[in-house]
């Protein structure tokens, strides 16, 4: 079966999309959001400390954002391609801004989570209206694919430039880096408003409550036992929780099959390339985003590095994805999407298993350099491949719908990450290399079974 290629989307009204100026818009909130995902990378051993917060909940302080993030995404994606995809997007920056400028006022493991998870719901907002804009601006060809690969490069640079803005910051008070990025935020909602046109493909019918208030439930059990998990994964607590999750699940499927406007349409998932735009975005948050996102604390518990310091290694890594995604555009007419995810995960899990033994008291940073680099390669690869497979794996109406789903499986797959990462560490940090390295090879596999290239190949 062929890609289909995404079309111009009409709207109500004469509408001409600026195609500049809305790559430039979308690029700098997809930064800030990323840059507010990844600040407390950096400064979680500070936060714990003002906090109080004990080690089994420390994931909470990381994966607020994630969960807010994977909770709201497809709902997000729907309401965009539905009621109008700029109007989600400046309420996203908007409320981005409020909710980051609030997280900086927190004064417990509590508030700061709750504010995490409302700022995820925000950069939901976000990140699937800015792809379904992407569409709108860019209908095919190479355009679209410089395009998605700039909006992926961006995703890199705001992972970068997250900890390295809190690492600076917290020389002072780790708090400022909150107040800066409220700023950003409110700044690129301004923007917004002036430069970015409308488009939107309702379909009528009510937002997917049921199904957004479902599958929240499912994560959140399913993070919580993986939190838990860290103290002994054979508990009755931990083992409830994984069973709430399951059940849950299976509530949201059954939802989203009954409803007239469902926030995913399941029939997606026939579509091959549909499943490896998903599937390569769940194992990017698993394998990749769950690691790294707590290299960070890694680096300053084993080899004992100072918070700048750590945030030199951390962009070792993701300043590397930037450049290459940027420069992947240039595979385009010689290595397909999906087959540029699968060598992603190979190169993400040479590099991760490169690290082995680098995590040792008083290991030298030299040893890291290798692993960091060839990782970094890895996932600029993965950056710059799923947006493209996200918005060309689905119907021309549903292209925000396509980009929350995408973001959604990579967002579950990074809060579980985190979790799972958290709680391997504490056999060592060898431990949770392994099983990212391990992760990141399946990841590989399914990308390669699923393959929409691989089965026109075999039709042929």
């Known amino acids: ?9 009409t709207t109500p009204a004469p509408s001409h999309p600026r195609p500049g100026a809305t790559l430039a818009v979308t690029s700098a909130a997809t930064t800030v959001a990323l840059m507010n995902y990844t600040a407390p990378m950096l400064t ?19 994966n607020g954002t994630p969960l807010g993030l994977a909770v709201v995404l497809l709902l997000a994606g729907s309401l965009a391609d539905d009621h109008g995809r700029r109007r989600v997007f400046v309420l996203g920056t908007l409320a981005l801004g409020l909710t980051t400028g609030l997280g900086a006022f927190a004064t ?35 355009d679209r694919v410089r395009a998605t690969g700039v909006w992926g490069a961006f995703v890199s640079a705001g992972i970068a430039l997250g900890p390295l803005l809190a690492g600076g910051l917290s020389l002072i008070d780790w708090r400022l880096a909150y107040d800066v990025l409220a ?24 937002p997917d409550i049921a199904g957004a208030l479902a599958l929240g439930l499912a994560l959140a059990a399913l993070l919580t036992a993986l939190t838990l ?31 007239c406007t469902p926030m995913i349409d399941l029939a997606l998932f026939r579509r091959p390339a549909f499943l490896a735009a998903t599937s390569g975005a769940l194992f990017t948050g698993l394998a990749v985003i ?5 290299l960070p604390a890694l680096l300053r518990r084993g080899p004992g590095m100072s918070p700048l310091g750590a945030a030199w290694m951390f962009v070792l890594w993701s300043g590397t994805a930037f450049v290459v995604a940027l420069q992947a555009r240039r595979l385009a007419g010689r290595l397909s999407a999906d087959n540029q995810l699968a060598a992603g995960f190979a190169l993400s899990a040479v590099g991760v298993l490169g690290l082995l033994g680098s995590f040792s008291a008083g290991g030298s940073w030299l040893r890291l350099l290798p692993g960091l680099f060839v990782a970094g390669v890895g996932s600029g690869l993965l950056n710059a491949a799923l947006p493209r497979l996200a918005v060309d794996s689905v119907p021309p109406e549903r292209a925000a719908m396509g980009s929350g789903a995408n973001n959604t499986a990579r967002y579950i797959g990074s809060s579980a990450g985190v979790a799972l990462t958290i709680a391997l560490s504490t056999a060592g940090a060898d431990t949770a290399l392994l099983v990212s390295a391990a992760l990141a090879l399946v990841g ?17």
């Open 290 to 294: 769950g690691l790294f996102s707590f």
């Open 183 to 206: 700023v950003a935020a409110l700044v690129v909602a301004a923007l917004g408003t002036r430069t970015l046109t409308e488009s939107r493909a309702p379909r009528g019918g009510r």
């Open 1 to 9: 079966m062929p890609t289909p290629q995404l079309a111009s989307v």
């Open 229 to 259: 998990g860290r103290d002994g994964w054979l508990r009755a607590p931990v083992g409830l929780l994984a069973g709430a999750a399951v059940a849950l699940g299976a509530v949201f499927v059954a939802i989203e099959r009954r409803s």
């Open 44 to 62: 979680l051993p500070d936060m714990a400390a003002s906090f109080a917060t004990p080690a089994s909940a420390q994931a909470w302080l990381l």
């Open 444 to 460: 590989a596999a399914v990308t390669v079974r699923v393959s929409p290239t691989r089965r026109a190949g075999t039709r042929s």
């Open 108 to 142: 417990s493991t509590l508030t700061f989570t709750l504010a995490r998870v409302a700022q995820g719901a925000a950069s939901a907002a976000v990140l699937a209206s800015s792809l379904g804009l992407l569409a709108h601006a860019f209908p095919s060809g190479r």
